[in-house]
């Protein structure tokens, strides 16, 4: 079984906890039988029927959705991110939109305009593609930084401002954006405001040899990932399920031990010579968010060390910023942030 975030040092035993009884047996903080957690982990097995792979991104999506924060995909063109995307909406039964970042766009084309209605002589509103569940923003890095910056309120607000009016998001609301970790030409990088906008930033890789045959092996049997539905997906959660989980999500309890553990890991980033800017206190919070979804999703109702080590690094790396001489080392930022990992103490 694949692991999840395989560029971590620290794993869990699998991306997903089996459903059943725990072995841990009663009073160890196990809650193997909340419903809204089991619609959830049945999700995998549905987005299975059209990705192969790629449990760690399903993971990181699904705790995004819990916690009420974006992802930002990254990997080279044609390992189904925008695929992935389309196939969890199906499984949790969200409206989901794709935007194609492209230089001509504009921010009206993300987030609605006002129109000039030659019947009423009036001006209305027309939402742009941002009002949705799930909204996949393809190639965000093609377009101009003014274009992203429309994203920024939908992002942390849920709302939208035009006019003078706020506009509510839908809820759930999730941004899902992919980047072209190799390809620059033709690219605006996202700016610091805007990547710390993101709760996680999950690397897809290439996939390995067996899970590339099964994927060939679905197209040659006719498989078409333009036709979704012939896949055979069917909603295993709702929006209610979601709610419910993440009332849960937030109950989920947490030490001081393992509050100071975060804030350590955190204020370690500032201090490296690697680093020439470290992590927020936005990204404390977010680790801890990203660590209490973890838990739940395992089965737990409190965080562990081990659920703040599995998530530091797809929780933190776009939030720090390496010095010059540290990138001309060839010295990468998960490999700075293993280290710090390695030499922060973990609380018993």
């Known amino acids: 079984m694949s692991q999840p975030y395989p560029e971590t040092p620290y794993q869990p035993q699998a991306p997903y906890p089996a459903g059943g009884q725990d072995s841990a047996g009663p009073g160890s903080g196990v809650d193997s039988a909340d419903p809204s957690r089991e619609a959830l982990l049945r999700v995998r097995s549905e987005v299975a029927k059209a990705v192969v792979g790629q449990d760690s991104t399903v993971t990181g999506l699904l705790i995004a959705l819990l916690t009420r924060g974006h992802v930002l995909l990254e990997g080279v063109p044609g390992v189904a991110k925008t695929l992935l995307v389309r196939a969890l909406s199906e499984a949790l039964s969200l409206d989901t939109k794709r935007v194609q970042f492209t230089p001509d766009l504009m921010p009206g084309d993300v987030t609605g305009s006002l129109v000039y209605d030659t019947h009423t002589s009036e001006f209305s509103f027309r939402e742009g593609p941002v009002f949705t569940n799930l909204m996949l923003a393809d190639e965000i890095n093609r377009t101009p930084p003014k274009t992203q910056a429309s994203l920024l309120e939908a992002m942390e607000e849920h709302q939208i401002s035009a006019d003078g009016v706020s506009r509510q998001l839908p809820s759930p609301f999730v941004v899902a954006a992919t980047q072209n970790p190799v390809e620059y030409e033709g690219t605006y990088p996202l700016p610091e405001a805007q990547l710390d906008r993101f709760l ?8 390995p040899r067996d899970d590339e045959i099964e994927v060939v092996r679905r197209h040659s049997a006719g498989f078409d990932p333009r036709e979704l539905s012939a896949a055979g997906i069917t909603p295993v959660a709702s929006a209610v399920d979601l709610e419910t989980a993440r009332d849960a999500v937030s109950a989920v309890g947490v030490s001081d031990e393992v509050l100071g553990y975060i804030v350590d890991i955190v204020r370690a980033t500032r201090s490296t010579p ?9 990204g404390a919070t977010a680790l801890l968010k990203t660590g209490r979804a973890w838990a739940w999703l395992s089965g737990r109702n409190y965080v562990s060390p081990d659920d703040i080590k599995t998530l530091t690094l797809p929780t933190l790396r776009h939030r720090v910023s390496l010095r010059p001489e540290a990138q001309m080392d060839g010295v990468e930022a998960d490999d700075v942030l293993g280290t710090i990992l390695s030499t922060v103490p973990v609380p018993r």
Not at 200 to 207: C, E, Q, R, S
Not at 274 to 282: A, D, E, I, K
């Open 274 to 282: 690697s680093f020439q800017l470290g992590v927020s206190p936005r």
């Open 200 to 207: 996680l930033k999950l690397a897809m890789p290439l996939p």
